[in-house]
Structure formats: structure tokens, C-alpha cells
């Protein structure tokens, strides 16, 4: 028999705080028994009307890394806390469970490019086979952002797998100088709901074999905003944010929602990769505020927080 990728046993932790707010949250979304023994309720707030729901997950090192700087790779991060190895794979499985919640996963251009066998596909049966009982597709649409288009890896796994789908959102003009590079690989898409809801059903018909492109901003400007936007108009409820710069750039403009943020027991040091470090900082006047909703731990060397913004 083969051996099970993620142990209950392994990977059970204890809720040790709960926000004022967790009770009155309307939503549970992956209600079954290993969600329940391992994280128990995922409950969420209603979906916005105008936008989707945005939530982020990534692991930090106590001083707030997020990869080494002798690698881009940050389930190191996870991977390399000797003291809890276990916890590290419990960070892992909050990821599946993020994915397995969500109808999209975005991700940077340069995220994939640093990580060429990166895809946003659940590796666990039992939660694959709850998402799919909540009548969510197999395999989470894939929104892949970048500006120019100039560094996007049109030969990663994620468009070289014709069982992912994706949607590529570029800038106006990144979007036409991505069309005139390679006009073979791309599907124009103008954010309708029919014409997303026609891609999606078209595996069979081999649709997947090339990428939606929906342009999003002015200029050459991707604006994060319309993003979300228009991935709600397409039908998109709740997406799973795995770009920290873009991550940062909703927490600029006061869409993103939600970050469920882990902590491995490890410090890096150095200038080690940071969420948002590309972007300007925040002012002592204006900058976002977080309430935590639920507090987890595995041990007392990885702690993992959902953080939920405030409006």
C-alpha cells in the first residue's frame, strides 16, 4: 500500500487562539473528517459583490523571510526547521487546504520562473476529493500575472500541462507584444463569464493546450484592483494569492482580505527575500491593520495565524 503523503498523525494541530470574529463567519468550505482532526472549521466570510474574496498563504523565518537568498525556493523555509520537520509538511498541507478552498490561484510571472516545477495542483486525495464533492473543478484555475510579459516562462509546467488551465493577465501593451510573440499560445479573453465558463468545460476539446489573455490596467501598468475585479465579472469567487509582490500590491490598494501567514522556527538572516520588498513601504499614517481570526501550532517551533484585514 503506498505510504499516505500527509499523515493526520503527523500533522494534527492545536488551535491555541481564536478571534472574536472566527464564530460568525457564515461559510465552511472542506467540511470533512481530516480537515476536521487536522486544522477542524475552515470557515470564511461572505464573498465580496464586486471583486473576489483574496487570501494569501506563505511561511516566514522569524525575522520575516520568506526564501533563503542562496535559493528562491521558499518551501525551504519550511522544509529546512529541524527542530519540527513534521511542521514544515504541515505548512505544505494548509497550502493544498488554501487551494482546495479557492476557484483560482494566482501567481508572478517571476514566482514561476524562480520555480519551474511549481503548479497550484492539490496532492491531497481526501481534500481533491471534498473539492470536488463542493462541486469545484479538479484543478484550480491558474492566473498567472505579469506586466510586460517580457519574463514570462512560456515554458514552464503550467503551460506546457494541458490539464491546467489558465488565465495569463498582462498590462494593455504587455498583453498586444505578448499576442505579436507568440500568437499560437494564447486565447483573447475579455473577462466574460460565458467565455471563461466555455474554457473551463474545454479540456477535452483541447482548449487548455493554450492560455486565456486578459488585459488589466492602462498603459503598461498591471493594476492589481481591476485584477480581482474582473476575475470576480468571470465568475471567480475566492483566489488563493502565491505572488508576494502581488500580494503587497492588494494590501496597497485595500483588496486583499485575508493572509494566512506560518512561522517556522528559524531565523536567515541577511537580505534574504521579504513579502513586498519591491514595493514602497507604508507610512506611520497609512498602512493596513490585520485582527487575527485563528491562531494554530504544531509544536512550539511552527505556529501557523490567519490574519483578516480590516476594511
Known amino acids: 500500500m503506498e505510504e499516505e503523503r500527509f499523515p493526520v ?3 494534527r494541530l492545536s488551535r491555541i487562539y481564536t478571534g472574536r470574529e472566527w ?5 465552511t468550505l472542506l467540511s470533512c ?3 476536521e482532526e487536522i486544522y477542524g472549521p475552515l470557515k470564511f466570510p461572505a464573498v465580496h459583490a464586486d471583486r473576489c474574496y483574496t487570501f494569501g498563504s506563505f511561511v516566514m523565518s522569524i525575522d520575516g523571510r520568506i526564501a533563503f537568498p542562496a535559493s528562491p525556493d521558499g518551501t525551504l523555509i519550511a522544509k529546512s526547521n529541524r527542530i519540527d520537520p513534521d ?3 504541515c505548512d505544505y498541507w494548509i497550502l493544498n487546504l488554501l487551494r482546495a478552498a479557492s476557484d483560482a490561484v494566482i501567481m ?30 479538479p484543478v484550480p484555475l491558474h492566473v498567472i500575472l505579469s506586466r510586460s510579459g517580457e519574463n514570462l516562462p512560456l515554458d514552464h509546467r503550467i503551460y506546457a500541462d494541458d490539464t491546467i488551465p489558465v488565465v495569463t493577465v498582462l498590462s494593455p501593451s504587455g498583453g498586444a507584444a505578448l499576442k505579436k510573440r507568440a500568437p499560437d499560445r494564447f486565447i483573447p479573453f475579455s473577462g466574460d463569464r460565458e467565455e471563461l465558463s466555455h ?7 483541447g482548449l487548455w493546450h493554450r492560455s486565456l489573455l486578459l488585459s488589466a490596467g492602462e498603459g503598461d501598468q498591471l493594476l492589481s484592483s481591476e485584477v480581482v475585479r474582473l476575475l470576480a465579472g468571470a465568475g471567480i469567487r475566492r483566489a488563493l494569492v502565491e505572488s508576494p509582490t502581488f500580494l503587497a500590491s492588494l494590501l496597497a490598494s485595500g483588496d486583499l482580505d485575508e493572509l494566512f501567514l506560518n512561522t517556522s522556527g528559524i531565523f536567515v538572516g541577511g537580505k534574504a527575500l521579504t513579502i513586498g520588498e519591491q514595493l514602497c513601504s507604508f507610512t506611520p499614517e497609512s ?7 485563528t491562531m494554530h501550532a504544531h ?11 480590516s476594511d
Request: aromatic share 10%.
Open 9 to 11: 498523525d503527523r500533522l
Open 199 to 205: 474554457y473551463l468545460g474545454g479540456e477535452k476539446e
Open 87 to 89: 511542521g514544515g509538511l
Open 23 to 27: 464564530e460568525s463567519l457564515p461559510e
Open 299 to 309: 509544536s512550539d517551533a511552527f505556529f501557523y495565524t490567519r490574519y483578516r484585514f
Open 33 to 35: 473528517p481530516k480537515v
Open 108 to 137: 508572478g510571472s517571476l514566482t514561476i520562473k524562480r520555480e519551474p516545477r511549481l503548479t497550484g495542483r492539490i496532492f491531497d486525495p481526501a481534500l481533491l476529493e471534498q473539492r470536488c464533492a463542493e462541486r469545484r473543478m
Open 287 to 293: 498602512h493596513p491593520h490585520a485582527r487575527v481570526l
